[in-house]
Each structure stands twice: as structure tokens, then as C-alpha cells.
């Protein structure tokens, strides 16, 4: 059965190489069987920074995409990433989860739809247009980013649109707001009767402190993974009966009114 291993650290500030450095070291620890799925946190190469001009992979020479594509090779795993895209030097970037196969293939390019306005990332970022799902091992995973988790809408519409089944969610989801978090993480899942990997950083940046909190929900909520603040890796085997059983026997999804939920 596949199992996904959620890696939850504190980002070191605009540092790409120490904080691949820092993944390299706990995952190659925690060791993930090849064929299971790795995911990182929301911006997890230089933390929740609106310096695009220094951040972006535009600048960088590639510097995040390229080690994820290295890293799912040497480890032979699916491995969903984040990285800054700025391919205008005079426009806003965009705040994408991207995914690789054990291939070192791009398989997955998500723009995060929703930037948050309320810690300025608006000023900055511009926000993606599209919901978008890779396979994984026969499971559809529909990865979304942090501020997206109060949107229900996109997660239903991935739902009956795309037919997910797995949600990953990294994150960048501060201490003030914590119960906020856990609470919205527990609801997706049991809204759409699906895995929710919701995966927050730890530790402190220049502005904000962060409590980690990492999840790792079933399609009935139920908790399979948790974490402290404490920087950790997490893992929970996928079945994708217990989503198909689920689904066919609580027929909640069947009752869902799509003609009330707009585009996808």
C-alpha cells in the first residue's frame, strides 16, 4: 500500500541550499519505500518571503525545481516541491506546488489560486486560475497551498470535477491561527470524503513564529499522522478503497448540487 511521508521543518530565511539541505537529511532518515509521495511545505526552499526578485527560480538559476526533479530521482519517489515563479521582472510571481515523479519529470505545476491578502502576499504574488491533479500510484492527489484551506468551493470542485482523492496542502500557516488550521484540515477531508495532508512549517521567520501542527487526515477525518511543533516527518499509509468504500457507502458527494459551484 503507498505511503506518504510529510515533512515538516523550520525554513531557514532565503537560504535555498540550506533548506535542501535540511530535507536531505530528514527524508533520507526517514528513509520513504521508492514509489511513495514526499511533500514539502508552502515556499519550503526560502520561507514565506515577498522578495521575489531574490527568490524567484528566474534568479536562481532554476535552484528548487532542479533539486526536487535530483531528489525524486536519487530517492526514487513522488515528490511535490514549491517554488517562485517570476518570469516577468516588472509582474507579480506566483506561488506554485510542483510535482515530480520518480523520473525527475514534471508532472504537476499548481499556481496557489488564493494569496493571502491580510500578510501582504497579494503585493507580490498574483493568484493561479486553474485547479490541477496528478496520479500517484492510482490515486488522484490535487495539491493546494496554505490560504487556500478556508476555500471550500475549489476543493469540492476538485472533487467532483477531478475526482480527487488525495488533498496536499503545504503550508506557511502562523501560530495566531492555529485552531483555524486543524479545524479547516479535519473539515475538508470530511466534506469531500478524501486524505488531507495538511503540512506546516515550524520554527520562526523575521515576522511570524509558526507551530507546525502537521496533519495527516482519513476520509472520514480521522486522524492517521500528527505532529507537534517540532520538526518531524509524517507518514500514513493511502488506501484507495477505504475512499471508494467510504464514498459508495455515505453517498453525501452524490447529493452535492454542482450547478451552485461555478467553474473549475
Known sequence: MPRVYAVQFDIIWEDKAANHAIVEGMVEQAAPPRGSLVVLPEMFDVGFSLNTGATAEQVTGGASESWCAAAARRWGV????ASVQRPDPDGKATNDAVAFDPDGELICRYQ????????????????????????????TVCPFVCYDLRFPEIFRLATLDRGAE???????????????????????AIENQAYVVGLNRCGKDPALA???GSRIFGPKGEVLAEADEAPTVLSAEIDQT???????????????????????
Open 112 to 139: 496557489k489560486i488564493f494569496p493571502f491578502s491580510g500578510g501582504r502576499e497579494t503585493e507580490a504574488f498574483k493568484g493561479g486560475d486553474r485547479i490541477v491533479t496528478f496520479d500517484w500510484q492510482g490515486l
Open 242 to 264: 477505504t475512499v471508494q468504500s467510504w464514498r459508495a457507502s455515505f453517498k453525501s458527494l452524490a447529493d452535492a448540487r454542482r450547478e451552485f459551484l461555478g467553474r473549475c
Open 166 to 188: 488525495v488533498f496536499t496542502i503545504g503550508a506557511s500557516w502562523p501560530t495566531p491561527r492555529h485552531h483555524h488550521w486543524l479545524t479547516l484540515l479535519s473539515a475538508r
Open 78 to 81: 513522488y515528490l511535490q516541491g
Open 210 to 212: 509558526y507551530s507546525g
